[in-house]
């Protein structure tokens, strides 16, 4: 298993728009991707529903992981993707 830890960029945290954007690259890079917070609750990061359900903020650290052989570039190129300001047009 692969996995990063990432510190969540988007000023409003994974809401809304950040979500969307973040969700819709987990599904695009073809391998199924875990999100867990720092209280332990994990999710697949591919579903909206789930990540906006988890409530997770600015500055929150989450992990992202995987147990797909290609994991360690997806894993670093979403968490690249978290580190950024998500909530602009």
């Given amino acids: ?3 990063t830890t990432v ?5 409003v ?13 987990v599904a695009q890079c073809g391998i199924t991707v ?10 697949n990061a591919g ?3 789930g990540v906006l359900a988890m409530g ?6 989450i ?3 995987s147990d797909d052989e290609a994991a360690e570039s997806v894993l670093a190129s ?3 993707l978290l580190e950024r300001e998500l909530d602009r047009p």
């Fill in 78 to 80: 979403l968490a690249e």
């Fill in 34 to 43: 875990m999100l867990t917070d720092a209280a332990g609750s994990t999710i």
């Fill in 13 to 25: 945290g994974l809401h809304a728009r950040p979500a969307s954007v973040f969700t819709h690259a």
């Fill in 63 to 65: 992990t992202l992981s």
């Fill in 56 to 61: 997770i903020g600015y500055g929150d650290v």
């Fill in 7 to 11: 510190v969540i960029g988007s000023r």
């Fill in 47 to 49: 579903s909206i529903l």
């Fill in 1 to 3: 298993m692969s996995s």
